[in-house]
């Protein structure tokens, strides 16, 4: 079984491992510890990553992570990530033996499967993208100056093809190919990937944002024994996202904005550790990627994730949890858990339902799905799946993001004026089927346009 390993080594060690200007291996990491581990096959081809302590506020409880926090990176706090691979034969002794036994191992954890979140089921297009562009108000956001110009949209899927969807889009595309990260093993150049899911991903989150940058992270390219073409292991997001944290950080803090549009999941809990086992991740807030994607919102990223298509009307054939499909950071409360409608503010039979397994209250909100758009899969085939509700999600936060960037206006409270603005399609209020309602472009201008002239009483 493929795992991740949780270290705590030197603190000269792990203070170069989250130095982003220092280059690390994991012999260089295991060469600091006292031992071999035993029963384990380290993956050399890995690059380590930091993994931040959480920090509660003064007087909070230092073992909940349901409490406001602080990340610290410092030697003598943070851990390190690497990965390997212990025999199923003996997986259930190692994992006993490696945490008594080594002080340097604070925990084992669940490497899962990641796979795109699919179209499913065989349904004509309802509308195309321009309906989307209408519904979305894209003239009016870009009437308030909001259309993505200067905002780092990054889309970890597939790869992306930057001529398909300039082609389609009619306009030029903005991509970034230096702060794009490709995984080790993967061939081929950001921007240059085959017409996929990624493709399509990438234009449906520039309907509302034309003027964002794309960063092409085809995370889903990695490969593993066994493995399909389309799919990885969650320890190559682990490193995707600690690439993206130096993207952040790299920014001006007063005018920092980094939206991540993850359109993948876990469908299987055989592909995880048992819930309740501290190597879990579908249930597991403590997980290090789950941490992971706490710290980068803490840090001022938003982070989109597709609620996915488990749900009870047209369930995807991969789905194997019997209920609460919703799963690790898919469901986390510090991401933005997206679900699918059609042009007609219908839920999409394929939109999992809630409550998510992180939080309950998932998925956040709706988006559109099932247009026309891309034509990633041919010229009839719809943009489909909560795969492209999500990025049509990241695309009005990357157009918000233009005016309001992460110091004016937090992850936190983006996430709360979206599902406060959010238009209510069922019960009044959250529900399982829609979250708060349907992303309303309308209702969220005009509150920001009040946030604004508070802003300007404040100063005056």
């Given at each position: 079984?493929?795992?991740?390993?949780q270290?705590?080594?030197?603190?000269?060690?792990v203070?170069?491992?989250?130095?982003?200007?220092?280059t690390?291996?994991?012999?260089d990491?295991?060469?600091a510890?006292?031992?071999?581990?035993?029963?384990?096959?380290?993956?050399?081809?890995?690059?380590?990553?930091?993994?931040?302590?959480?920090?509660?506020?003064?007087?909070?409880?230092?073992l909940?992570?349901n409490?406001?926090l602080?990340?610290?990176?410092?030697?003598?706090?943070?851990?390190?990530l690497?990965r390997?691979?212990?025999?199923d034969?003996?997986?259930?002794?190692?994992?006993t033996l490696?945490p008594?036994h080594?002080?340097e191992v604070?925990?084992?954890?669940?490497?899962?499967?990641?796979?795109?979140i699919?179209?499913?089921?065989?349904d004509d297009?309802?509308?195309?993208?321009?309906d989307v562009?209408?519904?979305?108000?894209?003239?009016?956001?870009?009437g308030?100056?909001?259309?993505?110009?200067?905002v780092?949209?990054?889309v970890?899927?597939t790869?992306?093809?930057?001529?398909?969807?300039?082609?389609?889009?009619?306009?030029d595309?903005?991509?970034?190919?230096?702060?794009?990260?490709?995984?080790?093993?993967?061939?081929g150049?950001?921007g240059?990937?085959?017409?996929?899911?990624?493709?399509m991903?990438?234009?449906?989150?520039?309907?509302?944002?034309?003027?964002a940058?794309?960063?092409?992270?085809?995370?889903?390219?990695?490969?593993?024994?066994?493995?399909?073409?389309?799919?990885?292991l969650?320890?190559?997001?682990?490193a995707?996202?600690?690439?993206l944290?130096t993207?952040?950080?790299?920014?001006?803090?007063?005018s920092?904005?980094?939206?991540?549009?993850?359109?993948?999941?876990s469908?299987?809990?055989?592909w995880?550790?048992?819930?309740?086992?501290?190597?879990?991740y579908?249930?597991n807030?403590?997980?290090?990627?789950?941490?992971?994607v706490?710290?980068?919102d803490?840090?001022?990223?938003?982070?989109?994730f597709?609620?996915?298509?488990?749900?009870?009307?047209?369930?995807?054939g991969r789905?194997?949890?019997?209920?609460?499909?919703?799963?690790?950071?898919?469901?986390?409360?510090?991401?933005?858990?997206?679900?699918?409608?059609?042009?007609?503010?219908?839920?999409?039979?394929?939109?999992?339902?809630?409550?998510g397994?992180?939080?309950?209250?998932k998925p956040?909100i709706?988006?559109?799905?099932?247009?026309?758009?891309?034509k990633?899969f041919?010229?009839?085939?719809?943009?489909?799946?909560?795969?492209a509700?999500?990025p049509?999600?990241a695309?009005?936060?990357?157009?918000?993001?233009?005016?309001?960037p992460?110091?004016?206006?937090s992850p936190?409270q983006?996430?709360t004026?979206?599902?406060r603005t959010?238009?209510?399609?069922?019960?009044v209020?959250?529900?399982?089927d829609?979250?708060?309602g349907?992303a309303?472009?309308?209702?969220?201008?005009?509150a920001?346009?009040?946030a604004?002239?508070?802003?300007?009483?404040?100063?005056?």
């Amino acid at each position: 079984m493929r795992v991740l390993i949780q270290l705590r080594p030197s603190s000269d060690v792990v203070t170069a491992v989250a130095d982003p200007s220092v280059t690390m291996t994991t012999a260089d990491v295991s060469g600091a510890l006292s031992g071999a581990l035993p029963g384990v096959v380290l993956d050399a081809s890995f690059t380590p990553v930091a993994v931040p302590r959480p920090l509660p506020g003064a007087g909070g409880d230092p073992l909940s992570l349901n409490q406001p926090l602080t990340f610290s990176f410092a030697g003598d706090q943070a851990t390190v990530l690497v990965r390997g691979e212990i025999s199923d034969d003996e997986l259930s002794n190692r994992l006993t033996l490696l945490p008594t036994h080594r002080p340097e191992v604070v925990g084992v954890f669940a490497d899962p499967v990641i796979e795109p979140i699919l179209t499913c089921g065989g349904d004509d297009p309802v509308g195309d993208w321009h309906d989307v562009e209408r519904l979305l108000r894209v003239a009016e956001l870009a009437g308030e100056g909001m259309d993505g110009s200067g905002v780092a949209l990054a889309v970890l899927d597939t790869g992306i093809n930057t001529a398909h969807v300039a082609r389609h889009l009619g306009r030029d595309v903005i991509l970034d190919a230096g702060r794009s990260w490709v995984p080790g093993g993967v061939n081929g150049e950001p921007g240059e990937f085959e017409v996929d899911h990624g493709t399509m991903c990438a234009f449906d989150t520039l309907i509302a944002a034309p003027r964002a940058t794309l960063i092409d992270v085809p995370v889903l390219l990695s490969t593993r024994p066994g493995g399909s073409a389309l799919d990885g292991l969650l320890s190559d997001a682990v490193a995707a996202f600690a690439h993206l944290r130096t993207v952040l950080e790299d920014q001006p803090l007063e005018s920092r904005s980094l939206v991540i549009s993850n359109s993948w999941g876990s469908f299987s809990p055989h592909w995880d550790f048992p819930v309740g086992h501290t190597g879990n991740y579908s249930d597991n807030l403590a997980h290090p990627f789950n941490l992971i994607v706490a710290s980068l919102d803490q840090a001022g990223a938003d982070v989109l994730f597709a609620a996915g298509n488990c749900g009870r009307d047209c369930k995807d054939g991969r789905c194997a949890y019997p209920n609460r499909p919703i799963t690790g950071a898919n469901s986390h409360p510090n991401a933005l858990s997206v679900g699918g409608v059609d042009t007609r503010d219908t839920r999409v039979g394929y939109s999992s339902q809630g409550p998510g397994r992180l939080d309950a209250r998932k998925p956040d909100i709706c988006s559109y799905t099932h247009f026309s758009g891309s034509k990633a899969f041919g010229d009839d085939q719809p943009d489909s799946g909560t795969s492209a509700a999500c990025p049509v999600a990241a695309g009005l936060v990357a157009a918000i993001r233009t005016r309001w960037p992460a110091s004016r206006l937090s992850p936190a409270q983006l996430r709360t004026l979206l599902r406060r603005t959010a238009r209510d399609r069922s019960t009044v209020g959250f529900d399982h089927d829609y979250g708060y309602g349907i992303a309303d472009s309308r209702e969220m201008i005009a509150a920001l346009r009040r946030a604004a002239d508070t802003e300007a009483e404040r100063v005056a």
